[in-house]
């Protein structure tokens, strides 16, 4: 039950914030390995892109990738609350008083963050290709033409195998395992500060939201070079061998993006990752919360 309370507040949560996802993944690949200056920019910031997506492609095209995005986060989020959850509540990284171990609570955050972005990779996969996908005039970053996500699914396992669909995993694991640390851990232990100082009892949502909007500024300040990275490994081209265009790796992707973009690279869409993931992490984390007292309710009944 702890996975399907996980699966579906993130699911209820990524309908709000797929919008922000898609202009992130857009700012992110738009003038990739070129300097400042030497490109056009068509997303000037976060609301002229957002009505640029508007008007070229139409208001459903701030959805894009909607599917795979859906089918992502009850993967990785089912994965990685409904593991948390039950760490938790077997009191491995619980002090006597009753708080989270701080050294605990990192490492079961990140840990239950690899395991979840794994085996989600490859709708991360598709979710970035469908997202990046856009009328020529608006276009950045490689265009894949994908007619739909089961087509994109079976193209990718038939021109590169099954191992082909986990492409760009290596990136998605530290992406996931650094945000997913930094979101439970900034989580939990503002939730401990607040009832230490019975600001707010732990299970109130005023309690909730407080700790999931400093969760959301951590994360986005931790993930953002980490979740640049994993955009542009994940939405390049491969060549007749089935090698990337740009980037064979982690570390040649890191090197270039510094030697074009300079360190700002590494953080294109920040605003966007800001405003996806403080109303994602904030509704995402009330909804496992009241899912988990409703369930809990009920169980008592």
């Known amino acids: 039950m702890d996975f399907f309370l996980g699966a579906l507040a993130s699911c209820g949560a990524v309908l709000v914030s797929n919008p922000m996802d898609v202009l992130k ?57 409904g593991l948390y959850q039950k760490i938790l509540d077997s009191g491995i990284i619980s002090l006597k008083d009753g708080s989270t171990s701080t050294l605990g609570c990192v490492i079961a955050g990140a840990g239950v963050g690899v395991i979840g972005g794994f085996f989600g990779s490859p709708l991360y996969l598709v979710k970035t290709h469908l997202q990046s996908q856009a009328v020529e005039s608006i276009a950045v970053g490689y265009q894949h033409n994908h007619q739909g996500v089961i087509s994109a699914l079976h193209n990718i396992a038939k021109q590169e195998g099954l191992k082909g669909l986990w492409r760009g995993a290596t990136t998605s694991i530290p992406r996931v395992g650094i945000g997913s640390a930094s979101q439970l851990f900034t989580y939990s232990k503002s939730k401990d500060w607040l009832d230490q100082y019975e600001l707010y009892p732990r299970n109130s949502w005023q309690s909730t939201l407080a700790g999931a909007m400093a969760s959301g500024l951590v994360i986005a300040l931790c993930m953002s070079p980490f979740d640049v990275i994993a955009t542009r490994i994940y939405n390049q081209g491969l060549d007749g061998k089935g090698r990337g265009l ?36 904030f509704l995402n984390l009330i909804f496992w919360d009241q899912l988990k007292l409703l369930y809990n309710s009920y169980q008592n009944l």
Not at 61 to 66: E, P, S
């Open 25 to 81: 993944t857009r700012m992110q690949l738009e003038g990739e390995l070129k300097e400042r200056g030497r490109y056009t920019v068509i997303y000037r910031n976060i609301f002229h892109a957002a009505y640029t997506v508007g008007k070229q492609d139409g208001w459903s095209g701030l959805q894009k990738g909607l599917g795979p995005a859906l089918g992502y986060q009850v993967v990785m989020n089912g994965i990685r609350f």
């Open 246 to 281: 740009l980037y064979s790796g982690i570390t040649d992707c890191v090197l270039k993006i510094f030697k074009t973009e300079g360190l700002w690279g590494f953080y294109k869409g920040w605003t966007a990752i800001y405003f996806r993931i403080g109303p994602h992490s």
